[in-house]
């Protein structure tokens, strides 16, 4: 139990509860609908998806889990998060798709073939442990999708939620670590994945690029292990 604690990281359950879900899905909304640049993100993800088995870790109430079942409508999709409250609305509103606690993924036999981690690998101190964890759960061919927001101040992407942090006396930034591309490309392999793909998605047009601009929302990478560990995996 004690070694895949980080899968279910239940410390950080308190923290992610009702009040942070509420504020999630404000900013998530106002983002997707009044501006571009998370739909922007959310499509190309939504477009690096592949696979019948597709997990989306991290999922809050199920917005882009849905958006992934209406694009895969024959593929298996599941949900997982840590938020109780969440989980919740998530099987009220799309009660075709599986949702889970996070705690219970590392229980199944099932190995997924796309596992998204979208604003999830930002929350988390020890990244490298989660990954190696989460990975056991992909297969050998499986493909892992990261979105992690790029800010120039640590916080500077989540105003609402450090103002709800105040006004709940928590006094405590959501985001532990900011991560660039350097940061990115070692911490995968130091679990011997490699990038496949990367993209930054922007507040202002161009929407997306190929390179870092001031105005930057967010970074996407698509990975996959490296030849020598599919090998081994496969053995």
């Not at 109430?61 to 992934?68: K, L, P, S, V």
């Not at 609305?89 to 799309?94: C, G, M, P, V, Y």
């Not at 930002?122 to 790029?150: C, D, Y």
């Amino acid at each position: 139990m004690r070694r895949h604690r980080y899968l279910s990281y239940s410390k950080a359950q308190m923290k992610y509860a009702r009040g942070y879900s509420l504020i999630t899905g404000l900013t998530g909304f106002f983002s997707r609908t009044i501006l571009h640049f998370r739909s922007t993100e959310l499509h190309y993800m939504l477009s690096r998806i592949h696979g019948q088995r597709i997990l989306d870790y991290g999922c809050n109430t199920g917005y882009f889990t849905r958006m992934i079942k209406h694009a895969h409508p024959s593929s298996c999709v599941t949900g997982a998060d840590i938020n109780s409250y969440a989980l919740k609305n998530a099987r009220k509103k799309n009660p075709s798709i599986n949702f889970l606690p996070t705690h219970s993924i590392i229980r199944r036999k099932t190995l997924f073939d796309t596992i998204v981690l979208s604003h999830v690998i930002e929350h988390i101190h020890e990244r490298e442990m989660f990954l190696q964890q989460l990975v056991e759960k992909l297969s050998p061919a499986g493909r892992l999708i990261i979105a992690v927001p790029q800010e120039r101040i640590r916080g500077d992407a989540t105003p609402i939620q450090l103002a709800y942090n105040c006004i709940t006396l928590q006094f405590e930034n959501p985001h532990v670590v900011k991560l660039n591309y350097e940061d990115m490309c070692h911490l995968l392999d130091k679990i011997d994945f490699k990038v496949d793909e990367m993209t930054y998605t922007n507040y202002l047009p161009p929407f997306t690029s190929q390179s870092p601009l001031w105005h930057r929302w967010s970074m996407v990478v698509v990975a996959s292990r490296k030849q020598s560990k599919m090998r081994r995996t496969d053995k």
